[in-house]
């Protein structure tokens, strides 16, 4: 059997709620499942935040920024190391990235970069219209700094939690409240899925409502169709809403699950030479959705490729780092704020199975084919 990177894990419940919408008859679109699984992510996630559920974390950051009216040309600021769907929305608006470097210590967006290039931008009047932070495998970016450094300039914070569901940060805020609008995946390798769908969050009420509109086809009150501005198809149907409530039951424990998985992965593998594990810092609370470490292959006599491969020869998916956005050929050109950590990530960064359901068996299998491949 292949062991996979991260698969769909059912908690049983979903089987419930799904029965309850086809008893009902709301297969279509919206219907009561849905407006529950918004109402109760949004109580779990607290801040006073509402929450809309939407056809994938992609749609959800697209409305985020389609809602400040970007001029083209506009200049969003980025996580670099982040998966493609946290900036093509960028481009469907006709705004122009611009990528910015980690910080060692937490692998997610670096504050020192953002705060000297603020600083930099306000004397020339070259402000971005928007600042869009990753959080990186499971683990929030410093969020405190970000929400200070975004208020101080006026810049509206967009922040991508897609890969953060159920992380805590700074005095156990939940990841996928900060900002002025943040976004959230449930796609299927995620810690929790819907089969697909994401959720758009915020505290101001405004941007909710104005999101839930567009989102729909933005159809005027009428009895006919009527349509004063253009919209989109892009929210959540009712029964991936369904599946998402009996997976909200267990967020936690898969949360803690792959926490466990991490630990263990760290404790067997972190003192071999050459190898590094994601850090932790103080102000995080991270769900470890994927483990990811780093191999120095002078140090290791290795590299990521011979490992990834000697994996992949026992049927183990395992995958790189996310290859940064301005290394990739759609974005040559484009400006980069940094050192090259994100490059050294991808060079060397691999990550390890982290499914929830994983067994303990399967997980010794992975730690033995990394072993002999570093021993070898």
């Known amino acids: 059997m292949r062991i996979w990177l991260s698969r769909p894990h059912m908690g049983g419940a979903e089987r419930s709620y799904v029965d309850a919408a086809f008893d009902s008859n709301f297969i279509a679109p919206l219907g009561p499942q849905l407006q529950e699984f918004e109402e109760r992510f949004a109580e779990y996630l607290g801040e006073g935040v509402d929450c809309l559920g939407l056809s994938s974390g992609s749609a959800a950051l697209h409305l985020a920024l389609h809602m400040l009216d970007l001029s083209p040309g506009a200049k969003v600021w980025v996580s670099s190391m982040t998966f493609a769907g ?5 481009l469907y608006e006709r705004a122009e990235p611009v990528f910015f470097d980690l910080d060692p210590g937490s ?3 670096c504050p020192d970069l953002v705060e000297a290039e603020l600083k930099a931008a306000a004397k020339t009047g070259d402000l971005p219209a928007a600042i869009v932070p990753t959080d990186l495998y499971g683990q929030s970016c410093h969020l405190d700094r970000l ?12 922040v991508d939690s897609a890969e953060s569901a159920g992380a805590e940060f700074g005095r156990g805020r939940k990841a996928g409240t900060g900002g002025t609008m943040s976004i959230l995946s449930f796609n299927g390798n995620k810690i929790i899925t819907t089969g697909g769908g994401g959720m758009l969050v915020s505290r101001d009420r405004h941007f909710i409502d104005r999101a839930r509109f567009l989102s729909t086809q933005a159809r005027d009150p009428a009895p006919h169709y009527e349509h004063s501005v253009y919209g989109f198809n892009y929210r959540m149907g009712n029964i991936p809403a369904a599946i998402g409530l009996g997976q909200l039951e267990v967020l936690d424990a898969r949360a803690a699950r792959r926490r466990e998985i991490f630990a263990t992965y760290e404790a067997a593998l972190g003192g071999m030479p050459g190898i590094a594990f994601m850090p932790e810092p103080s102000w995080s609370k991270a769900t470890r959705w994927l483990t990811a470490m780093q191999i120095d292959p002078a140090e290791a006599g290795v590299s990521r490729e011979d490992i990834r491969l000697a994996l992949l020869d026992h049927e183990i998916e395992s995958r790189p780092l996310w290859k940064p956005m301005h290394m990739q050929p759609l974005f040559e050109g484009s400006r980069y704020v940094g050192r090259g950590f994100d490059e050294s990530l991808f060079a060397n960064g691999l990550c390890l199975p982290s499914s929830s359901d994983m067994t ?3 997980q010794d299998e992975v730690i033995s084919v990394v072993r002999a491949a570093l021993e070898g």
Do not use: K, M, N, S
Not at 86 to 90: E, L, T
Not at 147 to 153: D, K, Q, R, S, V
């Open 107 to 109: 692998w997610t967006l």
């Open 147 to 158: 929400e200070a450094l975004a208020a101080e300039y006026g810049v509206p914070l967009i």
């Open 86 to 90: 946290g900036c093509f929305p960028i």
């Open 360 to 362: 303990d068996a399967e």
